[in-house]
């Protein structure tokens, strides 16, 4: 098993500020732990919208005299893409946040996308639109009894089956799909790419939503915590995304079924395989970081927490 590469997600500590002190007192703290990078929130740590080329240069030089990189950007926004309310805004922000993980080295910027839908299907049983029961996206070949014409439109991928029913289509679908086009286009352009949290949705939804453009590449952070919070399968979700995961955040979680709800646990004490999740990431393979710490750990505990996940992990 290759050697688990470690971050610490740094807005998960507390008492951290964007002042130049305050960050090199925490990266220096997580340089301690043997950790080797670090995920930073665009908003509370370090304010990407109004990130000066000095406060670039300052940043990188305490990074490089600790040894450590930046494995993400973590940019949370107030809704999902699937909001239209100020969509162009969160968009553009979003932008914002990728050109400002360029410059300080970040491969990733990071943030749920809002809950996705099914993915559109068919009125009938004949499965889900844009299958069409086996097309030239899956190499299968066109259903019998269609006409020349409907035989055409079928292997151009513009119609469906001459027997499916109209297409039932969430209009969100469609409005996450013209987002992540248009955010893994960009990510193209500037050299850091937009990555999908994992959670409210089952992995092959957001699989399924990923996948329909061939154009813009749009990654993935797996988080095992939230896809059990929401009640999803875990394997299921890192079969489904495959090659597309880039970075782990490594929240665990448990069903409390007294209160009907899920909750995010320290690292090994939920549900979570995470000997077997490693073993499936390595059958990929994956080679990304673990980022350890959770948005809700108590500050005066969250030290002692990131110290043991990342001591889990390494034991592993």
């Known amino acids: 098993m290759a050697e688990i590469k470690i971050a610490v997600r740094v807005d998960s500590i507390g008492n951290v500020n964007p002042s130049a002190a305050s960050l090199r007192r925490v990266l220096s703290w997580v340089a301690s732990t043997g950790a080797t990078s670090v995920e930073l929130c665009g908003r509370r740590v370090l304010d990407v919208s109004e990130l000066s080329d000095t406060a670039v240069r300052t940043l990188r030089k305490i990074l490089d005299d600790l040894n450590l990189q930046i494995a993400s950007i973590r940019f949370p926004t107030r809704h999902g893409f699937d909001h239209l309310e100020n969509l162009d805004r969160r968009i553009e922000a979003t932008k914002s946040a990728m050109r400002a993980a360029y410059r300080l080295g970040a491969p990733l910027v990071v943030n749920q996308i809002g809950p996705v839908p099914a993915p559109p299907a068919s009125k009938s049983a004949g499965g889900a639109a844009g299958d069409h029961n086996g097309s030239i996206l899956t190499g299968g070949l066109p259903p019998a009894g269609l006409t020349l014409s409907e035989?055409?439109?079928?292997?151009?991928?513009?119609?469906?089956?001459?027997?499916?029913?109209?297409?039932?289509?969430?209009?969100?679908?469609?409005?996450?799909?013209?987002?992540?086009?248009?955010?893994?286009?960009?990510?193209?352009?500037?050299?850091?790419?937009?990555?999908?949290?994992?959670?409210?949705?089952?992995?092959?939804?957001?699989?399924?939503?990923?996948?329909?453009?061939?154009?813009?590449?749009?990654?993935?952070?797996?988080?095992?915590?939230?896809?059990?919070?929401?009640?999803?399968?875990?394997?299921?979700?890192?079969?489904?995304?495959?090659?597309?995961?880039?970075?782990?955040?490594?929240?665990?979680?448990?069903?409390?079924?007294?209160?009907?709800?899920?909750?995010?646990?320290?690292?090994?004490?939920?549900?979570?395989?995470?000997?077997?999740?490693?073993?499936?990431?390595?059958?990929?393979?994956?080679?990304?970081?673990?980022?350890?710490?959770?948005?809700?750990?108590?500050?005066?505990?969250?030290?002692?927490?990131?110290?043991?996940?990342?001591?889990?992990?390494?034991n592993l």
């Open 151 to 314: 035989a055409q439109a079928w292997a151009s991928g513009s119609a469906p089956q001459a027997s499916s029913g109209p297409e039932i289509v969430d209009p969100r679908w469609n409005t996450l799909r013209e987002v992540l086009d248009d955010l893994g286009r960009f990510g193209a352009r500037v050299g850091s790419f937009f990555a999908a949290e994992t959670g409210t949705e089952p992995g092959e939804h957001l699989a399924r939503l990923i996948d329909m453009s061939s154009e813009a590449y749009i990654a993935v952070a797996l988080n095992p915590g939230q896809l059990i919070i929401n009640r999803h399968s875990v394997p299921d979700a890192v079969a489904a995304l495959k090659d597309r995961i880039r970075i782990v955040n490594a929240v665990d979680g448990v069903l409390d079924l007294s209160a009907g709800r899920g909750i995010a646990v320290p690292v090994g004490q939920g549900t979570a395989d995470f000997p077997s999740l490693i073993g499936q990431l390595e059958d990929i393979p994956y080679r990304g970081p673990f980022v350890v710490g959770r948005s809700d750990m108590p500050p005066e505990t969250a030290p002692q927490e990131i110290m043991q996940s990342i001591e889990y992990l390494q």
